[in-house]
């Protein structure tokens, strides 16, 4: 069975930071483009970072660049996404998923797998 299981949400004053884990299993972690997203509310699902298989090559954002690194570590299967200088702005469910192409990794039709999202509530 496929899991991406995200973790590392939670409460943050505006400044702060935190670090989103997100653990795979049950697919071959090392063939896929780990990617992450933002959902907020009433807003489309926004891609903030991704990252391809051998973690050569990665994608920032606007919003990610200068603030969000996102790193793997293929023998643990996890991928991560450290946020500093967090916004309100940065409000959101955060959703990691795989896909077998890095180009146009921040597109989510290129998706084959989904977490199921971890949440970030950025206070000012």
């Known amino acids: 069975e496929v899991q991406l299981v995200e973790s590392g949400g939670g409460l943050v004053q505006s400044g702060g930071s935190l670090r989103l884990s997100c653990a795979a299993a049950?697919?071959?972690?090392?063939?896929?483009?780990i990617g992450w997203f933002r959902q907020a509310p009433g807003q489309e699902r926004l891609g903030i970072s991704c990252?391809?298989?051998?973690?050569?090559?990665?994608y920032s954002s606007e919003t990610a660049k200068d603030r969000f690194i996102i790193s793997r570590d293929n023998a643990q299967n996890t991928a991560y996404l450290q946020m500093n200088s967090l916004t309100d702005e940065d409000t959101g469910v955060y959703v990691c998923?795989?896909?077998?192409?890095?180009?146009?990794?921040?597109?989510?039709?290129?998706?084959?797998?989904w977490g199921q999202g971890t949440k970030v509530t950025v206070s000012s």
């Open positions: 998923a795989a896909a077998r192409q890095f180009p146009g990794c921040h597109l989510a039709p290129f998706y084959d797998y």
């Open positions: 049950g697919f071959t972690f090392d063939d896929y483009t």
């Open positions: 990252i391809s298989n051998s973690g050569g090559n990665m």
